[in-house]
């Protein structure tokens, strides 16, 4: 079992920034994917972006060049930092891990743009 906390959202005026953390239960060491969805209210959850334990990413079209992943071992903790937020951002966001076949998530943390 994995459990993941996610937190880092709030409000935020567009054009700004946010760092969401997920920190783990676990050693994340040896876990090799980790990432973030999201979900906004009527939409389909969506991917964001991941990371793998050679620290290769991949961002979403829609977030490419505004938001960075990143992973902290030592911490056991995944970012994502977002900058340049628009209101189409405004979502749940939900860090996730995958485990011995199994996917782990956080309990969700909400980022609203709006001015």
């Known amino acids: 079992q994995v459990q993941l906390a996610d937190a880092g959202g709030g409000l935020v005026q567009p054009g700004g920034s946010l760092r969401l953390s997920c920190a783990a239960s676990?050693?994340?060491?040896?876990?090799?994917?980790m990432g973030w969805y999201r979900q906004a209210p009527g939409k389909k959850r969506e991917v964001v972006a991941s990371?793998?334990?050679?620290?290769?990413?991949n961002v979403a079209d829609s977030a490419k060049g505004r938001f960075t992943i990143s992973r902290d071992n030592m911490k056991n903790t995944l970012y994502l930092q977002m900058n340049s937020l628009t209101p189409e951002d405004t979502a749940l966001y939900y860090c996730?891990?995958?485990?011995?076949?199994?996917?782990?998530w956080g309990q969700g943390t909400q980022v609203t743009v709006s001015s």
């Open positions: 996730y891990t995958d485990r011995a076949s199994s996917r782990f």
């Open positions: 676990v050693s994340i060491f040896s876990i090799g994917h």
């Open positions: 990371i793998t334990s050679y620290d290769t990413t």
